[in-house]
């Protein structure tokens, strides 16, 4: 089979489309690459802290995705500059993201070039797979639907080694916690992952016998693996996303499966979930969002600046973030910071509601109703290298800005196919 060529003549305007823009080699290397940021969070090495999925994971996607995603941004760069900054939300992304990087000189513990490099590495994972959803939509949605059985494959392994297999953190093991690998070692971070993985999976719409017992099979797996974790939080945003796809879908076989999941959480939670959270009760977080709101109160402006470190402290209890997105994200940068990243996860939200008729925008509703609920309760941390938090956050906006130029992609070729009817003979 000859070797597709990439068309080298892009014309401004044109809509984005991997087979168009890149040689086929260089696609499936970036398809690739997504697919391993994704699923590498699991399977990747463990590194010395809890936090750090393992150098090995980030020096591979420096080959797998920066480089062929470098590679289609140049090829393409004007294309990519006039949406991103030809969108509101492409132009807040830009504020927030510029605003966090100046932040960082009066930061405590803040190197400059550091979060230089992590705002270009969000906009460039923002604005490659928001043109994969707007140019190749059906290949975005297969590319969600291997992440999540790669994921699926990796819960079952981390479930079947768990009681002989030796963890840093001894506490997890004897509160039977289970945890993954790499980024997912805890429990709560790998439970907010396979969580939204479950939410962007029920969504997906597949044809084939097979697929669909992949789908049925992997659902079940990650379902089991976030039970075991024992994260409240991540039942809470499941049971609250599910519920909102009942509520929203347009599809009967959309709202049979968001009442099937839905009805199977509540049998889990009222036969031993319910006593669990009643014996943790609220694990210390009223009192630190008080404390989070004195350290607010302290700089309430300019923030500590981002990459600072701060302590919050109950009892004998000591915490290195306030487990609230937006409360941790105004420590960092300020309320005026806040308030722009609050306004950017807004236009998502809203977006998505008006695309909950198609499948994709299913995925980004269930995944954006998810990850508000998650960022209530831990997930700080949004301006750091790929990470469970770093997806929660970035890859909504992502399929929200592609979804948006998909439209206006339509819209401008219906104009010019008017305009070739309506020309005189």
């Not at 969108?87 to 513990?109: H, K, P, T």
């Not at 994709?360 to 309760?377: E, S």
């Not at 997930?379 to 399929?399: D, N, Y």
Request: positive net charge.
């Amino acid at each position: 089979m000859p070797m597709t060529k990439a068309n080298n003549s892009v014309t401004p305007g044109q809509r984005f489309h991997l087979q168009a823009d890149l040689p086929r080699w260089v696609y499936g290397w970036l398809l690739l690459g997504m697919w391993w940021l994704l699923v590498g969070l699991a399977a990747s090495p463990v590194g010395d802290k809890v936090w750090n999925p393992g150098k090995p994971y980030h020096d591979s996607l420096i080959v797998l995705f920066i480089a062929p995603a470098l590679w289609w941004v140049w090829k393409r760069r004007g294309e990519f500059g006039r949406r991103l900054l030809g969108d509101i939300d492409g132009r807040l992304l830009l504020v927030f993201l510029a605003w966090a990087s100046l932040s960082s000189i009066w930061a405590n513990y803040g190197h400059v070039g550091d979060m230089f490099f992590n705002a270009v590495y969000i906009v460039l994972f923002v604005i490659v797979w928001a043109a994969v959803v707007a140019g190749n939509p059906l290949w975005f949605r297969r590319l969600l639907f291997w992440a999540a059985i790669g994921l699926s494959i990796v819960a079952l392994g981390a479930m079947t080694i768990f009681p002989s297999r030796v963890l840093h953190t001894l506490s997890w093991q004897t509160e039977g916690r289970v945890v993954a690998f790499g980024a997912l070692d805890n429990p709560n971070l790998a439970a907010f992952a396979y969580g939204a993985a479950i939410m962007w999976l029920t969504q997906i719409a597949v044809r084939t016998r097979w697929m669909h017992v992949l789908q049925t099979l992997a659902l079940v797996v990650m379902v089991i693996f976030v039970i075991m974790t024992d994260c409240r939080s991540a039942w809470l945003a499941i049971l609250v996303a599910q519920g909102c796809m009942l509520l929203a879908a347009r599809h009967g076989h959309v709202k049979l499966r968001a009442l099937v999941i839905l009805a199977l959480s509540l049998i889990a939670v009222a036969f031993g979930g319910w006593q669990y959270v009643k014996e943790r009760g609220m694990s210390y977080r009223p009192q630190i969002f008080k404390q989070a709101w004195g350290w607010i109160e302290q700089h309430p402006w300019r923030g500590l600046g981002e990459g600072s470190h701060y302590t919050i402290q109950v009892a004998d209890q000591l915490w290195t973030h306030s487990h609230n997105v937006f409360t941790h994200t105004a420590i960092m940068v300020g309320i005026p910071g806040m308030l722009v990243f609050v306004a950017l996860w807004l236009i998502v939200g809203w977006r998505a509601w008006l695309f909950r008729h198609i499948s994709t925008g299913r995925c980004l509703l269930a995944v954006w109703v998810f990850a508000t609920v998650a960022f209530q309760f831990d997930a700080p941390e949004l301006m750091q290298k790929p990470s469970v938090e770093w997806f929660l956050g970035w890859l909504p906006l992502a399929m929200s800005m592609g979804l948006a130029w998909r439209v206006r992609d339509s819209k401008c070729r219906d104009s010019q196919r008017r305009g070739r009817t309506e020309m005189p003979a």
